[in-house]
């Protein structure tokens, strides 16, 4: 079975470097794109950190990436620069999306300081993935990343193409309410996995009931052709991960989670 990671980062910083360690990976492209080759991994979407500069955003050939206006580079009062700059990256064929992080930001989504960014996505037909639920740091707001805040932005432009990044978690129901309602919302399931796990079957057991609830609510949703499998590398053991989606979605929708999906929403051309 062929899989694209729909969500990686590719970020050489000390904390990456700590967490990949804890995952039992190296934070390296050559250890990446190792790891890719052992699991069938034939192609993954990088959500950037790190600026806007387009000579900070080149990757090896296996990799694509949506522009990450993360907390290095977001400032209000520089959206117009800011907007130019990413409309740089997107006339990129390997950049295939804008990344938004509000919760680190502090901003609503469907705030009119994105319009700038919502409105090149629609000229170039590209998604905007959005980080949402829990945060990796403490001065983090979670209000601003809670998947709710999807609902007033997917509303707000019907066109845009929105990929809700972790699904929400831990807020399950209310991500799936905001994808049930809104098809021009689909969602990833990375993030929800941290560094190696010894045994697979043993956690399996020890958290039946938070995987249970995410399996009723996928099903309540019954709708697999927007989601999609991704790492949040180097976050999770890639292993582990392909055993947990492959535990959690059904076989008969492995090949789209795992493949077509990301392919089509990405339009990765694979």
Known sequence: MKIIDAHLHFYQEPYFDQIAEAAGHKNTSAHLIKQYAAYNIVHGVVMSNGGLQLCKHDYP???SYCIGLD???FKVEEVVQQAYLVEKHLQRNNCVGIKLYPGYNHFYVYDSVVDPFYQLAMQYKKPVAVHTGLTATSNALLKYSHPMTLD???????????VMCHIGNPWLVDAIAVLEKNKNVAADLSGIL???IASMPV???KK???INL????LEYLGDYDRLMYGTDWPLANISNYIEFIAHVIPAKHHDKVFFGNANRIYKLGL
């Open 208 to 210: 039946h009931g938070y």
């Open 194 to 196: 941290e560094g190696r």
């Open 203 to 205: 956690f399996f057991e």
């Open 152 to 162: 007033e932005a997917a509303v707000r432009y019907p066109h845009v193409q929105f």
């Open 214 to 217: 995410l399996k009723v609510w």
């Open 71 to 73: 907390s290095t580079c």
């Open 61 to 63: 050939d296996k990799l």
